[in-house]
């Protein structure tokens, strides 16, 4: 299996080297029960009560590649979120060997509690097939994560903001209280001032936290598949927060495309855009950048959002 490649290797001290990703001994580290039957445990459980859809996108991931050879490679995946998860008990991964082809092999991945399907997935895989024909997008020109605040640091600046609006302090509250196993930097973070005035379209450098190393390609895919999930679907919320507060918000679908090899441990640029919202219905468009340029990864995800009118308040 060939490792990926960032302009990152290397650089990794030998403390973060030493500190093992929690993605990768804990919430993707899958217990076999059986062939092709596996259990995963939970890490981190938003404020919703509900599993964080980026952990079963991850973990069944993680299902799917047990089950082919080392020489081919996730290049796609496509699934629905049909019931809401329970925290309270773990999720057991069925996979079924739907095809093994000479090129393409394909896996379907049911995920199921309480005796019913939560959530279902394709996974198709390809035998490395080098072709001429080749072209990507440019990536934006942003500062380098170095240059910008961690999203605590992000966090507290907002808080001592005196003008800052309850209903935003509240949420952010909520959000420094979050365990979540990776780092995010926002680029181009808005005022407080400017949160009435957003388009629908956000991005940051993300990167899980701790070490993984090159080690294998599939499980820095099911690391991204993790992080993908992650503030996506509230990129179609950005020109409306000020106007209307969430009374529900889910994701219904989840996709990804991986187009060459990268690290899930260095710094990448999600780019994020909400091209339509309606019908209690959003969907949003992601794409995760390597340092060097390179097109890594393209995200789709189509989610429930149900709003009502924020109450005025002019105290606050």
């Known amino acids: 299996m060939s490792s990926s490649q960032d302009p990152e290797e290397g650089q990794a001290g030998a403390d973060s080297r030493d500190l093992r990703s929690v993605l990768v001994t804990s919430v993707l580290n899958l217990e076999p029960l059986d ?3 596996f259990r995963g445990r939970h890490y981190w459980v938003p ?3 509900r599993l964080f859809g980026g952990q079963i996108v991850g973990q069944a991931l993680v299902a799917a590649a047990k089950s082919v ?13 049909v019931r809401a998860g329970d925290p309270k008990v773990p999720v057991l991964y069925q996979v079924e060997r739907t095809r093994t082809g000479t090129s393409f092999s394909v896996r379907s991945v049911k995920a199921v509690q309480h005796g019913k399907s939560i959530f279902i997935c394709q996974v198709s895989f390809q035998r490395e097939q080098p072709s001429p024909m080749q072209h990507q997008f440019s990536m934006p020109s ?6 910008l605040l961690g999203h605590e640091a992000l966090i507290n600046q907002y808080l001592r903001d005196p003008n800052l609006q309850e209903k935003y302090r509240v949420g952010l509250n909520r959000i420094a209280a979050h ?6 930097r926002m680029v181009n973070p808005p005022s407080p001032s400017e949160l009435h005035n957003m388009e629908p379209k956000q991005m940051f450098w993300v990167r899980s936290q701790g ?14 598949a993790y992080i993908s999930d992650y ?8 020109p409306h927060q000020w106007q209307y507060k969430v009374h529900f918000m889910v994701s219904l679908d989840h996709s990804m495309w991986f187009h060459a090899p990268f690290r899930a441990d260095h710094w990448m640029l999600y780019e994020c855009e909400s091209p339509w919202a309606g019908g209690s219905r959003g969907l949003v468009h992601g794409r995760l950048w390597r340092r060097d340029g390179v097109l890594a990864v393209s995200c789709a995800q189509e989610g429930v959002i149900r709003v009502k009118p924020q109450v005025s308040n002019s105290k606050l």
């Open 69 to 81: 050879t080392e020489d081919v490679h996730i290049h796609s995946l496509h699934c629905y979120f």
């Open 35 to 37: 062939e092709d039957l």
């Open 179 to 184: 365990n979540v196993p990776i780092e995010i």
């Open 231 to 238: 503030a996506f679907l509230g990129t179609a919320l950005l």
């Open 47 to 49: 404020t919703t009560q």
């Open 142 to 147: 942003v500062p380098p994560p170095e240059e």
């Open 211 to 224: 070490h993984i190393g090159e080690g294998d390609i599939k499980m820095h895919c099911c690391v991204a």
